[in-house]
C-alpha cells in the first residue's frame, strides 16, 4: 500500500466535506436564486406598504388634523426616494412574478427561464429610469432651485 493513499474511512469524510462545501447552505451566483430572494423581500415590502396606507388613510375618520400632517410629512424628500424605491419594488415584483407564472404554466418556460430573467432587468431599467426621473423632478427642483 502506498504511504500516499488514504484509508476508506479518511476518503469517504473528506468527500462529504466538499461536497457540504460545495451544497453549502449560502448558495452564491445563480442569477434565478437572486429572483427568488428579491421576489420575496420586494413582496413583503409591497405589503407593508400597503398596511402603513391603510393605517394612514384610516386616520382620516379617526383625527383629520392628524391625517393632514401625516400627508404633510409623505412630500419631503426622504419620503420621495422612498417612493421610488417602492415604485421599483413592486415594478420588480409584478414582472418576476409574469415570468414565474412563464415558468411554471408554459412548456418552454423552464427552458427559457433565464433568458426571460434578463429581459425583465432590461425591461425593468427601461421603466424605471424615466420614472425614476419624473417621480425625483419636483424633489431636485426643491432642493436646488429651478421652475
Given at each position: 500500500m502506498s504511504t500516499t493513499a488514504s484509508t476508506a474511512p479518511e476518503a469517504g469524510a473528506s468527500d462529504r466535506a466538499g461536497a457540504s462545501r460545495r451544497q453549502g447552505t449560502f448558495y452564491r451566483g445563480d442569477p434565478g436564486?437572486?429572483?427568488?430572494?428579491?421576489?420575496?423581500i420586494t413582496g413583503v415590502l409591497t405589503f407593508f406598504f400597503l398596511f402603513v396606507h391603510v393605517?394612514?388613510?384610516a386616520?382620516?375618520?379617526?383625527?383629520?388634523?392628524?391625517?393632514d400632517q401625516v400627508i404633510e410629512t409623505y412630500k419631503t424628500p426622504i419620503v420621495n426616494l422612498l417612493e421610488v424605491g417602492l415604485?421599483?419594488?413592486?415594478l420588480f415584483h409584478a414582472l418576476n412574478g409574469i415570468r414565474v407564472m412563464l415558468v411554471d404554466f408554459w412548456s418552454k418556460g423552464?427552458?427559457?427561464q433565464k433568458a426571460?430573467?434578463?429581459?425583465?432587468?432590461?425591461?425593468?431599467v427601461v421603466v424605471m429610469v424615466?420614472?425614476?426621473?419624473?417621480?425625483?423632478?419636483?424633489?431636485?427642483?426643491?432642493?436646488f432651485g429651478g421652475n
Open positions: 436564486m437572486w429572483s427568488w430572494v428579491l421576489h420575496r393605517l394612514d388613510t386616520l382620516v375618520r379617526v383625527s383629520p388634523n392628524t391625517y415604485v421599483g419594488a413592486v423552464p427552458k427559457l426571460m430573467l434578463w429581459v425583465i432587468g432590461v425591461v425593468w424615466p420614472g425614476a426621473f419624473f417621480m425625483l423632478k419636483r424633489t431636485v427642483e426643491t432642493l
